[in-house]
């Protein structure tokens, strides 16, 4: 397809500066002997360095095959593929995969090696020492949240479906390449997973700034992922590139708008994170509080209930004025456990609306890096932002309609 897409309106998410590459594909195309018709035909794009895309269609459209001739996993038939302006069609394919990472789904992990193993793979393959790989292997698995004390010596069989993932990702970023390509790599965990490790990898990209290629038939995902999104149809043909927040208001034609489908307003919510509304304080109090502290910290806020947070700072118990012990007694236990129904500061706002909906509270509390409480977000506060939003859409839809009957 020769349309080319247009450059992010803001560019990059904020962060660092980039440390990823340009990538551009020339009129790509892929032919298998004695098919009928190419799989891939002629696909051109600039993907900037530092930028997240993704490439979203309907299953057997090309988008996998489009992803896999980066790093020539397939060989294209027709075309080019520049990285930072070097022609890679030409060069040793070896020598290519090393420096770009690929993540795929079910994390294609080694079962015979450790976890560590694992992370260590290419850094060992390219010739780096035995203590610089030791230090990698620890800086990318605290990066991926996984602690290296717990987890270096595991195998894959001993992980949860997230955790691999985690260690799939970190084993993919292991050799600091520039290039990330993705291959549906949340597909097969379940949906409440597959949202944290999108948020995981939205913490990422804002530090690591790398060039990330993301394959997805998931809308939403590539809503809440991408800086731009490619929806293509049969064959890689691109029907729209642009960002998500274009593609949701100004779809190119019915095929986007059937990807796009109803409630464009609530999916524009996978464009605002937590950390961009305003986030209050709660009261909290520390596990270690007595009770006369807790009794002493509700009379002082004049509220009817505190957030019980542990010695690291992580939320664990909503505690309620009824919850205390009569006669007064020991407060472990007391309360509703947290049990992980927490945000992080990059989740979604849509995220957080489905949470506050999800425990009926009115409220969720918000999450930094390493789990610290940081403030709460409530149900008014979101609904603000629904309905911003809508009236945002009633302005577009205005202007649109001012502009028709002028030209009229």
Same mark, same amino acid.
């Given at each position: 397809?020769?349309?080319?897409?247009?450059? +992010?309106?803001?560019?990059?998410? +904020?962060?660092?500066?980039?440390?990823?590459?340009?990538?551009?594909?020339?009129?790509? *195309?892929?032919?298998?002997?004695?098919?009928?018709? +190419? @799989?891939?035909?002629?696909? @051109?794009?600039?993907?900037?360095?530092?930028?997240?895309?993704?490439? /979203?269609?309907?299953?057997?459209?090309?988008?996998?095959?489009?992803?896999?001739?980066?790093?020539?996993?397939?060989?294209?038939?027709?075309?080019?593929?520049?990285?930072?302006?070097?022609?890679?069609?030409?060069?040793?394919? /070896?020598?290519?995969?090393?420096?770009?990472? $690929?993540?795929?789904? @079910?994390?294609?992990?080694?079962?015979?090696?450790?976890?560590? =193993?694992?992370?260590?793979?290419?850094?060992?393959?390219?010739?780096?020492?035995?203590?610089?790989?030791?230090?990698?292997?620890?800086?990318?698995?605290?990066?991926?949240?996984?602690?290296?004390?717990?987890?270096? !010596?595991? $195998?894959?069989?001993?992980?949860?479906?997230? =955790? =691999?993932?985690? #260690?799939?990702?970190?084993?993919?970023?292991?050799?600091?390449?520039?290039?990330?390509?993705?291959?549906?790599?949340?597909?097969?965990?379940?949906?409440?997973?597959? !949202?944290?490790?999108?948020?995981?990898?939205?913490?990422?990209?804002?530090?690591?700034?790398?060039?990330?290629?993301?394959?997805?038939?998931?809308?939403?995902?590539?809503?809440?992922?991408? %800086?731009?999104?490619?929806?293509?149809?049969?064959? *890689?043909?691109?029907?729209?590139?642009?960002?998500?927040?274009?593609?949701?208001?100004?779809?190119?034609?019915?095929? /986007?708008?059937?990807?796009?489908?109803?409630?464009?307003?609530?999916?524009?919510?996978?464009?605002?994170?937590?950390?961009?509304?305003?986030?209050?304080?709660?009261?909290?109090?520390?596990? %270690?509080?007595?009770?006369?502290?807790? /009794?002493?910290?509700?009379?002082?806020?004049?509220? %009817?209930? #505190?957030?019980?947070? %542990?010695?690291?700072?992580?939320?664990?118990?909503?505690?309620?004025?009824?919850?205390?012990?009569? +006669?007064?007694?020991?407060?472990?236990?007391?309360?509703?456990?947290?049990?992980?129904?927490?945000?992080?500061?990059?989740?979604?706002?849509?995220?957080?609306?489905?949470?506050?909906?999800?425990?009926? @509270?009115?409220?969720?509390?918000?999450?930094?890096? =390493?789990?610290?409480?940081?403030?709460?977000?409530?149900?008014?506060?979101?609904?603000?932002?629904?309905?911003?939003?809508?009236?945002?859409?009633?302005?577009?839809?205005?202007?649109?309609?001012?502009?028709?009957?002028?030209?009229?």
């Amino acid at each position: 397809m020769r349309r080319t897409g247009t450059a +992010p309106r803001s560019g990059p998410r +904020p962060g660092g500066r980039s440390h990823g590459a340009r990538i551009g594909l020339e009129n790509l *195309s892929k032919r298998y002997p004695g098919a009928s018709g +190419p @799989s891939v035909e002629d696909v @051109s794009m600039e993907i900037g360095a530092g930028e997240t895309v993704v490439l /979203v269609g309907p299953s057997g459209c090309g988008k996998s095959t489009t992803l896999k001739m980066i790093n020539r996993l397939i060989e294209p038939t027709g075309g080019r593929i520049r990285i930072d302006g070097e022609d890679v069609t030409a060069i040793d394919p /070896v020598r290519l995969r090393r420096k770009v990472g $690929y993540a795929i789904q @079910s994390s294609g992990l080694f079962p015979h090696m450790t976890v560590a =193993q694992n992370i260590a793979l290419v850094p060992r393959m390219i010739g780096w020492s035995a203590a610089r790989i030791r230090d990698r292997v620890e800086e990318m698995l605290d990066l991926v949240g996984l602690d290296p004390g717990e987890f270096h !010596d595991r $195998y894959p069989r001993r992980l949860s479906g997230g =955790q =691999q993932q985690r #260690v799939g990702v970190a084993r993919a970023l292991a050799a600091d390449p520039p290039v990330l390509l993705m291959d549906e790599p949340f597909g097969a965990v379940d949906p409440i997973t597959r !949202d944290h490790l999108q948020d995981e990898l939205i913490r990422l990209q804002r530090e690591l700034r790398k060039t990330i290629v993301f394959v997805t038939h998931d809308f939403d995902e590539a809503i809440k992922l991408a %800086d731009r999104i490619a929806v293509l149809r049969e064959r *890689s043909h691109i029907a729209q590139f642009d960002t998500p927040e274009a593609i949701l208001t100004h779809p190119a034609d019915d095929f /986007v708008s059937g990807f796009v489908g109803a409630g464009a307003a609530l999916k524009r919510l996978n464009l605002t994170r937590v950390r961009d509304v305003r986030v209050v304080a709660h009261p909290t109090v520390s596990v %270690d509080d007595t009770l006369p502290d807790v /009794v002493r910290r509700l009379d002082a806020c004049g509220r %009817d209930e #505190v957030l019980v947070l %542990d010695l690291s700072g992580r939320p664990r118990r909503w505690l309620r004025r009824a919850d205390l012990p009569d +006669p007064p007694g020991p407060l472990d236990g007391a309360g509703t456990p947290v049990d992980g129904a927490t945000v992080g500061e990059d989740a979604t706002l849509r995220d957080a609306l489905e949470a506050v909906l999800t425990n009926g @509270s009115g409220r969720v509390a918000v999450t930094g890096p =390493q789990g610290e409480y940081t403030g709460v977000v409530d149900v008014g506060t979101l609904m603000d932002a629904v309905h911003e939003l809508l009236e945002d859409d009633r302005r577009r839809a205005g202007r649109d309609t001012d502009g028709q009957g002028w030209e009229g």
